[in-house]
Nanobody, 122 residues
Framework: VQLQASGGGFVQAGGSLRLSCAAS????????MGWFRQVPGKERDLVAAFSWDYVSTYYSDSVKGRFTISRDNAKNMVDLQMNNLKPEDTAVYYC????????????????WGHGTQVTVSS
């Protein structure tokens, strides 16, 4: 599986960005999909995830109510709509796919795309 993230950029606080992740190589219909972010010197953290069966979503407390994850298995894509962005959202964002049929939304991510930088100015 190859994952390609796009849509990052520079935005002022309060603004919005939409990240997209396109997959190739095989279908992602049996994989949970997640968006992670990482700042220098810190661990990569999960911010949002969507289960393979469209049943469940996960949001970290820091983004709940502001970010929305969506997926389209037919198009092999997953997006992250980010609204009301804050300077603390500044990070490199990565999309990831879980192992097949993974039961947890917060672990067992096996496939990673290259990151896309999001910078939010105050």
């Amino acid at each position: 599986v190859q994952l390609q993230a796009s849509g990052g950029g520079f935005v002022q606080a309060g603004g919005s960005l939409r990240l997209s992740c396109a997959a190739s190589g095989r279908t992602l219909s049996r994989n949970n999909m997640g968006w992670f972010r990482q700042v220098p010197g810190k661990e990569r953290d999960l911010v949002a995830a969507f289960s393979w069966d469209y049943v469940s979503t996960y949001y970290s407390d820091s983004v709940k109510g502001r970010f929305t994850i969506s997926r389209d298995n037919a198009k092999n894509m997953v997006d992250l709509q980010m609204n009301n962005l804050k300077p603390e959202d500044t990070a490199v964002y990565y999309c990831a796919a879980s192992a097949d049929w993974a039961g947890s939304l917060t672990s067992d991510y096996r496939y990673w795309g290259h990151g896309t930088q999001v910078t939010v100015s105050s």
